[in-house]
């Protein structure tokens, strides 16, 4: 009797709670619909909006301090591995072994201990203050129910007194469920009007604890870090000094290795060519002791120094721009009084011939150059054109391009990687000419125009490219 006196208690709850929801349904449509009115109250609305807004910050927060500490854990992994790496690359024999091998283990410890108060002084608050959103949650939920309850029993209460036809006893019970309902609701929301404004004002101070507690911890953690450093460093330090012979050096990238103008890199020119000469060290560093016999490196093609800084192109033996430093003679010395036979536009044919039978380029000196003092050089490029002697920058040439300055021949073949360059044979001459933006102009590069192409149209802006320097040799 007992058991199925149990069954009908059950199955009574169980019909109660399905009435309740499908009155709660029904209030609700009429609400919408408009049919019926419904208790609202803007301040609590209010409350319940801060306490979202509240909710979504505190979980983005612990979401965000989950990483931190995730990624605190990330850096002591690798720090102890590089100090790992560190005593295994240590010597036994070295001096501070011992020490160094100490304080990686304070490293280890000192990476512990701030993870774990980082747990205890924040994460674990977080924890507890987020730990009372869900009941307050649920109580809002419910006080709304308890608010459609309420609306519903007092619009049911207000439709039987409204009646032609009064029912006493069903208004007094509809009466006494009204103020059942009402009670209920007001106890609940008198309490959530008095928990949701006191925990919203809570936030401030949670968030001042939260960051202080992080700050401190991370500050005394920079501090007793940089401490080990400092000691590790001293440890090093001893190390070099005992073994100072053995120092490294840290040098800088050349800048010829870094490619340049679409990474072109022109193969350089190969081993016993003329252009193959030592290297011109960067800045006019003087060269180091034993440094390999010139002729040991190639040089490096000038389309590699295209980008800043550049790096002037190794030398060329061109020897009517080469002077030896000891065959140059001081102009302020008195006593030298040099003979210098040079060819003017002025002496008669015959001696423009003779001159003409020198290579183009040659420098012209007296006979004095036998004897003890050394002789001047001086630079001639006289060329006579239609029986016209002209100046050697080719300026006014009829039969050269303007600007002409010199030629140059070939002595390796070139690629061209881009549109604005020379395609070059070995044998190949081009006439030089300045750049119509010195700007424009690389170190190791010049602008010209082959010979052959020149002849041919006439036309530099159809001709004209770039092409490197030590590929070629001077001829005129």
């Known amino acids: 009797m007992a058991e199925m006196g149990s069954k009908g208690v059950t199955a009574g709850k169980i019909a109660s709670n399905v009435q309740k929801k499908l009155t709660r349904a029904q209030e609700k449509v009429l ?19 801060n306490f979202n807004k509240q909710l979504t910050e505190g979980t983005r927060l ?3 301090l989950r990483t931190y500490l995730a990624s605190v854990k990330a850096m002591h992994e690798a720090s102890k591995k ?63 129910r308890k608010l459609v309850d309420y609306d519903s029993a007092r619009h049911h209460y207000e439709s039987l007194q409204t009646a032609k036809k009064k029912d006493e ?26 928990e949701l404004p006191s925990l919203w004002n809570s936030r401030v101070g949670f968030y001042v604890n939260t960051f202080q507690s992080i700050a401190g911890l991370e500050e005394n ?22 073994h100072g012979s053995n120092t490294f050096t840290v040098k800088a990238q050349p800048s010829d290795n870094v490619p340049a103008k679409g990474n ?7 081993d016993g060519s003329p252009a193959a000469t030592p290297e011109i060290r960067v800045n006019h560093e003087p060269e180091p002791a034993g440094a390999a016999t010139p002729g040991a490196t190639l040089p490096k093609s000038p389309s590699q120094l295209r980008k800043g800084p550049p790096v002037p192109p190794p030398p060329k033996h061109t020897p009517s721009k080469e002077v030896k430093q000891e065959q140059i003679l001081s102009l302020f010395d008195d006593t030298f009084v040099p003979e210098i036979s040079v060819t003017t536009p002025s002496q008669p044919a015959e001696a423009s011939e003779a001159a003409g039978a020198q ?23 006289s060329a006579t054109v239609n029986g016209t002697v002209e ?61 052959s192409d020149w002849n041919q149209h006439k036309e530099l802006e159809k001709c004209r490219g770039v092409f490197p320097e030590n590929f070629t040799e001077r001829v005129q």
């Open 82 to 144: 590089l100090n790992e790496c560190l005593q295994e690359v240590y010597e036994p024999d070295w001096p501070g072994r011992d020490e160094a091998s100490k304080i990686a283990e304070n490293n280890d410890l000192l990476w512990m201990d701030y993870h774990q108060k980082l747990v205890d002084q924040a994460l674990l608050t977080m924890d507890t203050y987020l730990g009372q959103f869900p009941d307050i949650k649920s109580r809002i939920a419910k006080r709304g």
């Open 359 to 381: 290579e183009p380029g040659e420098t012209t000196t007296s006979e004095a150059a036998s004897s003890s003092l050394p002789a001047v050089v001086v630079e001639t490029f």
């Open 31 to 49: 609400q919408k619909l408009g049919k019926a009115d419904e208790t609202k109250d803007e301040q609590f609305e209010q409350c319940v909006q």
């Open 221 to 242: 953690f920079h501090k007793e870090m940089s401490k080990l450093n400092q000691n590790l460093n001293d440890v090093l330090i001893s190390l070099e000094k005992q």
């Open 391 to 451: 100046s050697g920058s080719g300026a006014g040439r009829l039969d050269l391009p303007p600007g002409f300055m010199f030629k140059v021949q070939a002595q390796h073949d070139y690629t061209a990687t881009d549109t604005d360059e020379l395609q070059l044979k070995a044998g190949d001459v081009v006439l030089v000419i300045p750049f119509q933006n010195p700007e424009e102009q690389d170190e190791g590069w010049l602008m010209g125009v082959k010979e």
């Open 169 to 194: 006893a069903k208004i007094a019970k509809a009466e006494e469920e009204l103020i059942k309902a009402q009670k209920v609701f007001e106890e609940m929301n008198v309490d959530l009007q008095e």
């Open 264 to 270: 072109k890199s022109p193969s350089p020119p190969p």
């Open 62 to 64: 612990q979401k965000d």
